[in-house]
Each structure stands twice: as C-alpha cells, then as structure tokens.
C-alpha cells in the first residue's frame, strides 16, 4: 500500500510532507512525499516560505507515479491558487482519491500562503476531494460563516462542498463528521499541552493511512481522531513512537 503527501516541508518535522510520512509509517503504510514549498519554523515561530515553481511540483507528481500505484493521497499548504489548479488536474489524470487538508495559518500563526485560498479550494479541489478536514477557522474561511457553537459547526458543514469532518479543537473537542449529508457528532476529551503543531497535518495522513488499509471513510476518519489523541498525550512528537 502507498500513499502519497503533497504539502509543504516544515524542518523541524512536526508539520507538513515529513510528519505526514512518520503517520504513514506509524500505521504501516509506504509514504511518498512530494513537496509544494520549503518553510523555515519551528512549532513556536514562522520564519520565511519559498515555494517551488507548478512545473517542478507537477514533474515530482509524475516520477512517482510513473513507478508506483497509488489511490489515496492527502494534500496540505498548496500555497497558491496556481498549485490548487495542478492538484486538481493531477487528481483527474490519475483517478487518485484525495483527503483535502484545507490548510491557510499554521498553528504558530504564520501564513502559509500570501493569497486567498478558500476561493480556489471550493471551486478546483474540494468538489474532486473525498473529504476535506477543516478546523473552525478553516471552516469559517470555506463557508464565509462564524462558528461559535456546536449547531453553527453542523449548517457550516452542511456549506461546505464536499464531505468533511470539522475539527473540534477549538470547539470545546466537539468534531462533526459529515459523510454523504448524514452529520455524526464525536466529542473528544481536549488534552491540555503548548504543542499542538501539526496535528492537522497528522489527522488527514492517518486518515489517507487508514483509508489505504481498507477502513471506511467513517471508521478511518474515527481510528485517526483516536490517533492523533493518543499522539497529542505522549507529547506530540508527530506520531506515536513504538514502545522499545
Ligand atoms: O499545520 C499546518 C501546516 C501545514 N503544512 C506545513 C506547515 C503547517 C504549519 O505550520 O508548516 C508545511
């Protein structure tokens, strides 16, 4: 099984294309990685973006699925309108079925994209996705519409255009899933922690990993929330670190 990560690079591997591939490996799926953009940050401080040129992104696509078979993939900070378009196409070219992290700000609050995203995520990507995995700010961008309550989350889930589960983190640990129309609540307990870099990232690669070993969309979508819980308790080193 081999799945494949298009996002950015963050060097110190608790976001983007490396965590990506620790949560492939973790859950025991082959990861490949194609990169959008470099980053210099840590979890606490952004630094600086330098984003690679559609045709280099576009040829690293290609490489990689000239020699592999691969049917689930995630995509994270794309960056710019101009990528989206190439994801898209991409997705069509090769039948993939693509898990949309709808990325915009980095948890450390540094923008990861100097343009407007939302706009080309609704009309390129998200109607191509098999789920897309907002936050509450993501959503509110995707939607154009505040989320303060818990029924606010379940009409902005209903805006959105394609399946989705919006993250609860911010929303006292009340995720909504929506699958086909039919809205589930799951209420995770929130972990009190300084670190939670990158958990966005971690949550749509379990569920590409999940979804890869043969899991429905529901239960890959639910294993991987357990996941990142348990990730997030033993410190958020990305992925859970086997026991030696
Ligand atoms: O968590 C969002 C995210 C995605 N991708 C990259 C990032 C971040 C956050 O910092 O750096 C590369």
New binding site residues.
Partial sequence: MIVMSI????PSA????LTDIKTFQAIGVYGTGIV??L?A?N?YK?FSTLPIDEEYISEQIDSVLDAYEVEFIKT??LYSPEIIKLISKKIKEYNLKAVV?P?M????G?D?TKHDLAESLNKYLLPKAILTTPNITEAERLTDFEIKTAEDAIKASKKIVCNNIITGGHLDGINTINIEGNVKIKKQELIKTDNL?????NLSAAIVAYLAKGNTLEDSILKSLDYVYESIKNGNYGTLIAKL
């Fill in positions: 996002a950015g690079v963050d608790g976001a983007g294309v959008t953009a980053t940050q979890p952004f994270g900070m992290d990325v700000v980095a948890t450390s540094g990861l870099h990158g958990t966005g990232c």
